[in-house]
């Protein structure tokens, strides 16, 4: 079972594939992708408990993170911006994501961190 769950965590590191459009055509915002490559590390660690709880601790707070910046944003964008509704959703939407991404990326460092330093003591 966590074998399973450390192979989708891995699988994620296929998402900086999408980062090469960035480089083979005008749009660099793609780059930003590459970012996901650090996920392959999944495949090469060993799954534990710990592991699963920080990873589930991590994503759920970066759920709620996007949630919450795509409400702020959104709302922020409709009523600066001249009140464009699909425009306001997708600044909104997309700065949601990102910092889902931030969240989730910045919180399973610490807790990897965290874990390696108490092998350590």
Known sequence: MMKT???RYGMMGFLSLLGFLGIFTEERTFLAFFAFAVDFEYFFLKSDEMLEQY???AASSAFYAGMLVVAAATLVC???????????????????????????AVLTAYYSFRERQGLAD
């Open 5 to 7: 769950k450390r192979y």
């Open 78 to 104: 409709f009523f600066a911006g001249g009140r464009e509704e699909s425009r306001a959703l997708v600044t909104g939407l997309a700065c949601g994501w990102a910092a889902s991404v931030v969240v989730y």
């Open 55 to 57: 990873m589930n601790r």
